[in-house]
């Protein structure tokens, strides 16, 4: 066994390579960029090829899935592998994948035709949860409240389009943060992300447009947090996201709760099921729960923030019993996906 690792500082690969050097697993840091990677992979003997690719950065959205899917020809296992890879950073893709698989999800429609989402527009009620394809952190997600702007998004979405990453959101957010917490770390966020958000960092200007689609979901009403779940192997994972002032939203808001409070249980028994249907080695959800308590997934991930989990408190097993412990999720994943997951 010899592990490939695509390093890039801040990622999962950190924790990755402590868990590899401390287990005196054989390992060698490779640059998935390379012309030559495929030569490299087999040089070196690679049995195992991991790389925590990030939405945000469009050279890894263009290249990684078609790389992994390459190694996988020659037997080398990929972390995500294709299961957990093809849908990544997809809402769309998502919708159809766990409608498919029967677990109980956000009621939502897609409309690839102008006509149909116009009739759609007027047959409907209001108000919707207009989404964009791809997005972290509430970010490409509004609040419809009426026919006129449904139509508006519609024209738009069938017309010149949407920029893939909202600069004005993100700068908008990151002041709210700023305002509510009143820290030093977010008032150098509030330095960054203005610049990110006013002139566009050039990462992001590669995004093509997004059009010819336009996604609606079900808004389900008097939220005040979401709750993310986390399956790696027989363990799952948990934080409460609060919803931010007068909003809907909690992916994104900052306020985050890490004591399991009170919630259906029945989330986790889902998550730990769709996990084996899913295949993936892990899967972070982010569920609500309807005006009945009754979970409903909103979307899914095989990625997430590192080193935010490291203030969970423990995890819940297969028998939904909670486990108090100390957690390192990046130690998790790279344990599972070399253990046969």
């Not at 959800?285 to 935010?308: N, R």
Request: glycine letters at 6%; charged letters at 25%.
């Amino acid at each position: 066994m010899k592990i490939g690792i695509h390093h890039r500082k801040g990622s999962f690969s950190d924790r990755w390579i402590e868990y590899l050097e401390e287990k005196k697993i054989p390992y060698v840091i490779l640059n998935a960029f390379d012309n030559d990677i495929i030569r490299q992979i087999k040089v070196n003997e690679v049995t195992h090829f991991m790389w925590h690719f990030n939405q945000n950065y469009f050279e890894d959205m263009l290249h990684a899935k078609s790389l992994f899917r390459s190694v996988n020809q020659i037997g080398v296992k990929t972390f995500p592998n294709e299961d957990a890879y093809w849908h990544f950073d997809d809402k769309v893709a998502q919708k159809y994948l766990l409608e498919a698989l029967g677990v109980p999800l956000v009621k939502a429609d897609v409309f690839y035709h102008k006509k149909e989402a116009e009739k759609y527009v007027e047959n409907t009620s209001f108000p919707k949860v207009f989404k964009l394809k791809g997005g972290a952190g509430s970010i490409n997600v509004k609040l419809v409240k009426t026919k006129s702007q449904a139509r508006k998004i519609v024209k738009q979405a069938f017309g010149r389009g949407f920029d893939a990453f909202d600069s004005w959101a993100v700068f908008t957010d990151t002041i709210e943060r700023f305002w509510r917490q009143k820290t030093k770390h977010n008032f150098l966020r509030i330095i960054k992300w203005g610049f990110k958000g006013i002139f566009v960092d050039k990462q992001y200007k590669v995004f093509p447009k997004q059009r010819n689609y336009v996604y609606f979901q079900e808004f389900i009403p008097n939220l005040t947090y979401d709750i993310r779940l986390i399956v790696i192997g027989d363990k799952c994972y948990y934080l409460k996201r609060n919803t931010r002032d007068n909003d809907f939203r909690a992916s994104g808001s900052g306020m985050l709760e890490f004591a399991p409070g009170k919630f259906n249980l029945e989330a986790v028994n889902i998550a730990f099921k769709a996990a084996r249907q899913l295949n993936m080695v892990c899967v972070a959800y982010d569920f609500i729960f309807d005006s009945k308590e009754q979970p409903l997934i909103v979307e899914i991930s095989y990625g997430f923030q590192p080193y935010v989990y490291d203030r969970c408190l423990g995890f819940y097993d297969t028998a939904l019993n909670w486990n108090e412990s100390k957690v390192n999720l990046e130690y998790e994943i790279v344990h599972n996906f070399l253990n046969g997951f």
